[in-house]
């Protein structure tokens, strides 16, 4: 489900977290979902807003009274315009603002920690953590609980999600080096950081032995990449040791965002943190340093140490002028291949465990946790124990209940103990009136359906009883979809004004079949946005084969024994039926070998039938007489040759598994589905004619490879079409917020 994102921080100036949250904000928008930054701007505005992103300006970047209630009055002013799903400030200023906002607006907020900050002064009440906290790192994480009390189960660690495709080998830096006038013949070190006071140690350090490494290192040449406070200082202190030497060793850029192509110039990379990830991305040897702390050349042996600081080395010795000489000397001195294998293995690194798509899944997982859940209230035939409904039941909420959403399932229910106990859902009584107005008020949208829920074929007052269900969602506001539909037969004429009506009122209508949009057309319903899909049981899974083999066990059916699954049901106008259906099923084992195996889709409906059409066979025949899952009657389905059935949903299943089918027409809606299917109809009950029947079965098994195949293809884009039942709930359920 694609969600409003607002990213909130202070700058998109050079910097790892600034990098960081431009990466995110990108991996998030590429998958799928709206994403608007506000920020104070800087150089990364462009590459956002190129991206689709949308820009916001507030001066988030200073601590001045007057600048903070600008931006308090401007987040304000943005939050309500966007809309947001979730709030995701990065940074103190950011999320003490937004927090201060959360209790008025009143919407999801979730921060990152890309730092520890100074908590004296006071500033520990500048400070808001949001609802649920994303730490860069293990030690920011024990800083958080440490500092501010957050509870752990409130934390998730994140990592600084790298982009293989920007920074990656196959990148060139020539530009850089003719820009700036660098020898690729001679060594190259980048080193990228914004050169604030409490950032630029290491570049210092750089500058200053920049001699010594001359010395050492004939031709080497230095590419330090960065700007802030004490550039002016560097710059100056980097063209005196230029002027002494004679030559230009160090370059000082100044702020850049190419900064994958600064990588690439290098032979050798120095940073920490963000930049040093996307150097290993790169395929380049890294020695790891920065203000907190050295590591020195990146190695395998040091991964674990590495990784628990998220490569920004709190806690390790600082970094010393004389360590960090005698690295660089010494990584510049290594034969090419042991340098090749450190930058493979580093840019392996980053695929295992540093890449963007995990960064953005781990955010998202987190506004999961503080977005509130969509409510979906279903109205069907439920509780009534139909396999046919269950089956529906169970694959919409399979469909919705996957891992990235949070869609909360109420059922109306004939029996609200067995499905909310069978199927895990909140189940309410059908009929309990007080209980039906609480649960459409709390839901965002009524799916009615799937099934034929809108006919008169049943009674007036079913279609009613549905109508009426409808009717109120939307005198409670409540968005209503008519989900995977099968219309009709509705005979009289009131009843069909008032489908129509229901109809044209809803906000959503997915019809299973063609022929429930040609009735519904029939009926004058104007609209154009009726979407044919199918059958949402095309998205169920059978059973595994150990349940199967232990049901079919128990009936005594042996994997050597090929049979048939009959289904059929009770229902008025009859006649001589189970006569002349025993005489084709006693014609399958006679002439196929296929023993006929009974299910049973509703026992209390289907039991009767089932024995008097056995009690007139010659052949042998089976009742399988128990309570089945629709999963269970699937996998049974599919260890048969072949499905004879009255019931829709038997065929239904037969479909899904590839396992050839006719059915026995009762109703308008059996021989609507035959026809999705391209599959027989063996005749219609009311009429029935064993000798034709005969006739289709043997031609079915006569080709039956072929019909198959082609069922199996029919199959699979019923299937594709179903899926687009969900897709067009969830669009439904995003316009709702």
Same mark, same amino acid.
């Given at each position: 489900?694609s969600?409003?994102?607002?990213?909130?921080?202070m700058g998109?100036?050079?910097?790892?977290?600034e990098?960081?949250?431009?990466e995110?904000?990108?991996?998030?928008?590429?998958m799928?979902?709206?994403?608007?930054?506000?920020?104070?701007g800087g150089v990364?505005?462009?590459?956002?807003t190129?991206?689709?992103?949308?820009?916001?300006?507030?001066?988030?970047?200073?601590? =001045?009274?007057?600048c903070m209630?600008?931006?308090?009055?401007a987040?304000?002013?943005i939050?309500r315009?966007?809309r947001?799903d979730?709030?995701?400030?990065?940074?103190?200023i950011?999320?003490?603002?937004?927090?201060?906002?959360?209790?008025?607006?009143?919407?999801?907020?979730?921060t990152t920690?890309?730092?520890?900050f100074?908590?004296g002064?006071g500033?520990?009440?500048?400070?808001?953590?949001?609802?649920?906290?994303?730490?860069?790192s293990?030690d920011?994480?024990?800083?958080?609980m440490?500092?501010?009390g957050?509870? %752990?189960?409130?934390?998730?660690?994140?990592?600084?999600?790298i982009?293989?495709?920007?920074?990656?080998?196959? /990148?060139?830096? *020539? %530009?850089?080096?003719? +820009?700036?006038g660098?020898d690729?013949?001679r060594?190259?070190?980048?080193?990228?950081?914004?050169?604030?006071?409490?950032?630029?140690?290491?570049?210092?350090?750089?500058?200053?032995?920049a001699?010594?490494?001359?010395?050492?290192?004939?031709?080497?040449?230095l590419?330090?990449a960065?700007?802030?406070?004490?550039?002016?200082?560097?710059?100056?202190?980097a063209?005196?040791?230029?002027?002494?030497?004679?030559?230009?060793v160090?370059t000082?850029?100044g702020?850049?965002?190419?900064?994958?192509?600064?990588? *690439?110039? $290098?032979?050798?990379?120095?940073?920490?943190s963000r930049?040093?990830?996307?150097?290993?991305?790169?395929?380049?040897?890294?020695i790891?340093?920065?203000n907190?702390?050295y590591? $020195?050349l990146?190695?395998?042996?040091?991964? +674990?140490?590495?990784?628990?600081?998220n490569?920004?080395c709190r806690?390790? &010795?600082?970094?010393?002028?004389?360590?960090l000489l005698?690295?660089?000397?010494?990584?510049i001195?290594l034969?090419?291949?042991?340098?090749?294998?450190?930058?493979?293995?580093?840019?392996q690194?980053?695929?295992?465990?540093y890449s963007?798509?995990?960064?953005?899944q781990?955010?998202?997982?987190?506004?999961?946790q503080?977005?509130p859940?969509r409510?979906?209230l279903m109205?069907?035939y439920?509780?009534?124990?139909?396999?046919?409904?269950?089956?529906?039941?169970?694959?919409?909420?399979?469909?919705?209940?996957?891992d990235? +959403?949070?869609?909360?399932?109420?059922?109306?229910?004939?029996?609200?103990?067995?499905? $909310?106990?069978r199927?895990?859902?909140?189940?309410?009584p059908?009929?309990n009136l007080?209980?039906?107005?609480?649960?459409v008020?709390?839901?965002?949208?009524?799916?009615s359906?799937?099934g034929?829920l809108?006919q008169?074929?049943?009674s007036?007052?079913?279609?009613?009883?549905?109508?009426?269900?409808?009717?109120?969602?939307?005198?409670r506001?409540?968005?209503?979809m008519l989900?995977?539909?099968g219309?009709?037969?509705?005979?009289?004429p009131?009843?069909r004004?008032?489908?129509?009506?229901a109809?044209?009122?809803?906000?959503?209508?997915?019809?299973?079949?063609?022929?429930?949009r040609?009735e519904?057309?029939?009926?004058?319903?104007?609209?154009?946005?009726?979407?044919?899909?199918?059958?949402?049981?095309?998205?169920?899974d059978?059973a595994?084969?150990?349940?199967?083999?232990s049901?079919?066990?128990?009936?005594?059916?042996?994997?050597?024994?090929p049979?048939?699954?009959?289904?059929v049901?009770?229902? =008025?106008?009859?006649?001589?039926?189970?006569?002349?259906?025993?005489?084709v099923?006693?014609?399958?084992?006679?002439?196929?070998?296929?023993?006929?195996l009974?299910?049973?889709?509703? &026992?209390?409906?289907?039991?009767?039938?089932?024995?008097?059409?056995?009690?007139?066979?010659?052949?042998?025949?089976?009742?399988l007489?128990?309570?089945?899952?629709?999963?269970?009657?699937?996998?049974?389905?599919?260890?048969?040759r072949?499905?004879l =059935?009255m019931?829709?949903?038997?065929?239904?299943?037969?479909?899904? /598994?590839g396992v050839?089918?006719a059915g026995?027409?009762?109703?308008?809606?059996?021989?609507?589905y035959?026809?999705e299917?391209?599959?027989?109809?063996a005749?219609d009950?009311?009429c029935f004619?064993p000798?034709?029947?005969?006739?289709?079965?043997?031609?079915?098994m006569?080709?039956?490879?072929?019909?198959?195949a %082609?069922?199996?293809?029919r199959?699979?884009?019923?299937?594709q079409?179903?899926?687009?039942?969900?897709?067009?709930?969830? +669009?439904?359920?995003?316009?709702?917020?």
């Amino acid at each position: 489900m694609s969600r409003r994102i607002l990213m909130v921080t202070m700058g998109l100036d050079i910097g790892g977290a600034e990098t960081h949250i431009v990466e995110l904000s990108k991996q998030l928008k590429a998958m799928g979902h709206d994403v608007a930054v506000v920020s104070n701007g800087g150089v990364y505005v462009d590459e956002i807003t190129a991206a689709g992103i949308r820009h916001h300006s507030a001066p988030l970047n200073r601590r =001045s009274i007057p600048c903070m209630l600008r931006s308090l009055v401007a987040l304000h002013r943005i939050i309500r315009r966007e809309r947001p799903d979730v709030v995701h400030a990065h940074a103190r200023i950011p999320g003490f603002l937004c927090g201060l906002l959360r209790p008025v607006m009143r919407f999801p907020f979730v921060t990152t920690a890309h730092w520890v900050f100074d908590t004296g002064g006071g500033l520990r009440r500048l400070t808001n953590w949001g609802q649920r906290t994303i730490a860069v790192s293990d030690d920011i994480k024990a800083y958080l609980m440490r500092e501010y009390g957050v509870p %752990e189960e409130h934390i998730r660690i994140t990592i600084n999600g790298i982009d293989t495709d920007k920074f990656s080998p196959d /990148v060139s830096g *020539a %530009e850089v080096q003719a +820009e700036f006038g660098l020898d690729p013949a001679r060594p190259i070190v980048s080193y990228v950081s914004r050169m604030d006071a409490d950032r630029a140690l290491v570049a210092r350090q750089l500058i200053e032995v920049a001699p010594q490494l001359s010395k050492q290192v004939p031709g080497v040449q230095l590419l330090i990449a960065g700007g802030g406070n004490v550039f002016d200082e560097l710059k100056a202190m980097a063209d005196k040791v230029n002027a002494d030497l004679g030559r230009t060793v160090v370059t000082m850029t100044g702020p850049r965002t190419d900064i994958n192509r600064i990588v *690439a110039a $290098g032979h050798i990379f120095i940073g920490v943190s963000r930049a040093a990830l996307e150097a290993m991305a790169a395929g380049k040897p890294v020695i790891v340093a920065g203000n907190e702390g050295y590591h $020195g050349l990146f190695t395998p042996e040091k991964l +674990e140490q590495a990784r628990l600081g998220n490569f920004c080395c709190r806690g390790l &010795p600082l970094s010393e002028p004389q360590t960090l000489l005698d690295d660089v000397v010494q990584a510049i001195s290594l034969p090419q291949e042991r340098r090749q294998g450190l930058g493979q293995y580093g840019r392996q690194v980053i695929f295992d465990y540093y890449s963007v798509r995990r960064m953005a899944q781990d955010c998202l997982d987190m506004y999961l946790q503080v977005v509130p859940p969509r409510r979906v209230l279903m109205s069907g035939y439920y509780g009534f124990s139909n396999a046919g409904d269950d089956a529906i039941l169970q694959s919409i909420r399979d469909s919705l209940q996957v891992d990235d +959403e949070r869609i909360e399932i109420s059922v109306l229910s004939n029996d609200p103990a067995q499905t $909310g106990s069978r199927y895990h859902v909140t189940a309410i009584p059908r009929f309990n009136l007080p209980a039906l107005w609480r649960a459409v008020g709390r839901c965002d949208v009524l799916l009615s359906g799937g099934g034929s829920l809108l006919q008169d074929h049943t009674s007036t007052r079913s279609l009613l009883y549905y109508l009426s269900v409808m009717a109120l969602a939307r005198l409670r506001g409540k968005r209503v979809m008519l989900y995977a539909n099968g219309i009709g037969p509705v005979t009289r004429p009131a009843n069909r004004r008032r489908v129509r009506r229901a109809v044209e009122k809803a906000d959503l209508v997915t019809l299973r079949d063609h022929n429930s949009r040609q009735e519904l057309e029939a009926m004058g319903v104007a609209r154009t946005d009726l979407h044919v899909t199918a059958d949402p049981v095309f998205s169920m899974d059978r059973a595994d084969d150990s349940a199967v083999d232990s049901i079919l066990q128990d009936i005594g059916l042996t994997a050597d024994r090929p049979f048939a699954v009959v289904s059929v049901r009770g229902w =008025s106008g009859m006649g001589a039926f189970p006569a002349r259906l025993a005489q084709v099923c006693d014609h399958l084992y006679n002439t196929h070998g296929l023993t006929c195996l009974f299910v049973l889709m509703q &026992p209390h409906h289907d039991r009767d039938i089932s024995r008097q059409v056995i009690a007139q066979m010659q052949a042998p025949a089976l009742l399988l007489d128990k309570v089945l899952s629709p999963a269970d009657i699937m996998g049974v389905i599919a260890r048969s040759r072949l499905c004879l =059935s009255m019931r829709l949903h038997t065929l239904i299943f037969s479909a899904r /598994v590839g396992v050839p089918l006719a059915g026995l027409v009762y109703d308008p809606k059996v021989s609507s589905y035959l026809e999705e299917l391209e599959m027989p109809c063996a005749g219609d009950v009311t009429c029935f004619d064993p000798d034709s029947a005969m006739r289709q079965l043997d031609e079915l098994m006569t080709h039956y490879d072929s019909r198959k195949a %082609e069922l199996i293809r029919r199959s699979e884009q019923l299937s594709q079409a179903a899926a687009e039942n969900r897709r067009l709930l969830l +669009e439904l359920l995003e316009g709702n917020q």
